[in-house]
């Protein structure tokens, strides 16, 4: 009788533990799907000669951004994409990910820095480098937001 009260005690502790993790995990899990609940939406529009950027920025209540980017290039390649990131300070790091209409099977990531001025976004250019696949920026480089092409005003944001 004694042998088999531990082997039941030692199976009911398990089990009260797993239930623990999975309550755990469901509250985990609640708090990120409410950090990731949309704040504020803001659009902008970049033109340049020929090319015709579109942006839209969504804030999460997280503190982080996501959005979609289309970039019309002259004189054909379109590349349509999502853009995440964040702030650090006046300059939004954003990772773009995204398809163009030459390689539609083929999907693309490229890291962007816009620096916030006034009520512009300003496209920066800056030394990029890959590794094992993934391409950054290089942070002992600085990024040029000077002698830039994309400038992104505000514009209304098209209903869909």
Request: aromatic letters at 8%.
């Amino acid at each position: 009788m004694k042998n088999l009260v531990l082997p039941c005690l030692l199976v009911i502790c398990i089990g009260f533990q797993s239930c623990k993790n999975e309550e755990k995990q469901k509250a985990a899990e609640a708090a990120k799907a409410d950090g990731e609940k949309i704040v504020s939406t803001a659009c902008y529009k970049a033109i340049y000669e020929k090319d015709t950027l579109d942006l839209k920025l969504n804030t999460l209540k997280n503190g982080k951004l996501s959005g979609d980017m289309i970039m019309k290039v002259a004189p054909s390649t379109i590349r349509t994409g999502e853009v995440a990131g964040e702030f650090h300070g006046d300059t939004l790091f954003v990772d773009y990910t995204f398809k163009d209409n030459v390689n539609k099977d083929k999907t693309f990531k490229n890291p962007m820095a816009l620096l916030k001025r006034n009520n512009q976004l300003i496209l920066g250019n800056g030394t990029m480098q890959t590794t094992m696949g993934v391409t950054y920026l290089v942070k002992d480089k600085p990024i040029d937001f000077d002698s830039v092409k994309y400038k992104f005003d505000s514009a209304e944001c098209a209903s869909k």
